[in-house]
Nanobody, 115 residues
């Protein structure tokens, strides 16, 4: 199981850092992706970090979001800067990058950005 944390409410232009950890097992052997479900929209793949450390960012977050992996803490972080109201949604982490699939998802954490 994956557990996300760090969501909250911020004003436009603010920052948040989300965390993804495993409640059972380890993340070390998996790529970890971040996804967003905005109200009334399909789930969107935002970013991922692969086992080799390479990263991917969707155009919508490129230059504003940063993904990193802390091996000691066995945690993956999504640092989100210059947040916009359009970034509002439930953020999920999963053991796959956008465009792929795995059955292991977290429960999600809510991010709300006000203008």
């Amino acid at each position: 199981q994956l557990v996300e944390s760090g969501g909250g409410s911020v004003e436009s232009g603010g920052s948040l850092t989300l965390s993804c950890a495993a409640s059972v097992g380890t993340l070390r052997h998996y790529p970890i992706g971040w996804f967003r479900q905005a109200p009334g929209k399909d789930r969107e793949g935002l970013s991922c970090i692969r086992v080799d450390g390479s990263t991917y960012f969707a155009d919508s977050v490129q230059g504003r979001f940063h993904i990193s992996r802390d091996h000691a803490a066995d945690t993956v972080f999504l640092q989100m800067n210059n947040l916009e109201p359009e970034d509002t949604g439930v953020y999920y982490c999963a053991t796959h990058c956008p465009g792929y699939y795995s059955p292991l998802w977290g429960q999600g954490t809510q991010v709300t950005v006000s203008s």
